[in-house]
T-cell receptor, first 113, second 114 residues
Framework: NAGVTQTPKFQVLKTGQSMTLQCAQDMNHNSMYWYRQDPGMGLRLIYY???????DKGEVPNGYNVSRLNKREFSLRLESAAPSQTSVYFC????????????FGPGTRLTVL | AQTVTQSQPEMSVQEAETVTLSCTYD???????LFWYKQPPSRQMILVIR??????QNATENRFSVNFQKAAKSFSLKISDSQLGDTAMYFCAFRKAAGNKLTFGGGTRVLVKP
């Protein structure tokens, strides 16, 4: 089991460029999440998908879009990157239910110049 | 909205000693879950321990235990017999019983010294 995988691990963009962060899980989880982590702060939820075919906004959705491609994959797209989006991005997945542990990917460090 | 506060930005502890990390939260919910996550330098987020709000008994996982005080909205983590591998950022997190969102505190950096 690879768990939760994310690509790429590092990325540098120029302001205005677009890119998609990829996430996949092989644990047959229904729910998937995207978080960002800024220095000195905990993770903040960008978007989540409670089940295949559904997506919902989290705490900081502005400037992002998501696609739940199938049960395994959940991508995060930056249409026009801004320096404020410089952060570390984490994808996570879990079984349905609030008690269940969220399993995190290794993160993507994104720098927007 | 829920908030989670970790008032200790950084703590250091000698190997084999005990350290306690504090966490307070604010919510109007009666049923919820609380978590402690560890983030070592590798950046990987790892669940350390979790607590259900309706359970009065404090959760324990090997050397890790919590002191859950529901009335005070406090959820501290105790690391006993600290090991060098415990060096990491530790995040407290809150989740409503009927929700998907994890709300994280700002983290406490723990340094275990040999």
């Amino acid at each position: 089991n690879a768990g939760v995988t994310q690509t790429p691990k590092f990325q540098v963009l120029k302001t205005g460029q677009s890119m998609t962060l990829q996430c996949a899980q092989d644990m047959n989880h229904n729910s998937m999440y995207w978080y960002r982590q800024d220095p000195g702060m905990g993770l903040r939820l960008i978007y989540y998908s409670a089940s295949e075919g559904t997506t919902d906004k989290g705490e900081v959705p502005n400037g992002y879009n998501v696609s739940r491609l199938n049960k395994r994959e959940f991508s995060l797209r930056l249409e026009s990157a801004a320096p404020s989006q410089t952060s570390v991005y984490f994808c996570a997945s879990s079984r349905t239910g609030s008690y269940n542990e969220q399993f995190f990917g290794p993160g993507t460090r994104l720098t927007v110049l | 909205a829920q908030t989670v506060t970790q008032s200790q930005p950084e703590m250091s502890v000698q190997e084999a000693e005990t350290v306690t990390l504090s966490c307070t939260y604010d919510t109007s919910e009666n049923n919820y879950y609380l978590f402690w996550y560890k983030q070592p330098p590798s950046r990987q987020m790892i669940l350390v321990i979790r607590q259900e709000a309706y359970k009065q008994q404090n959760a324990t996982e090997n050397r890790f235990s919590v002191n859950f005080q529901k009335a005070a909205k406090s959820f501290s983590l105790k690391i006993s017999d600290s090991q060098l591998g415990d060096t990491a950022m530790y995040f407290c997190a809150f989740r409503k019983a009927a929700g998907n969102k994890l709300t994280f505190g700002g983290g406490t950096r723990v340094l275990v010294k040999p």
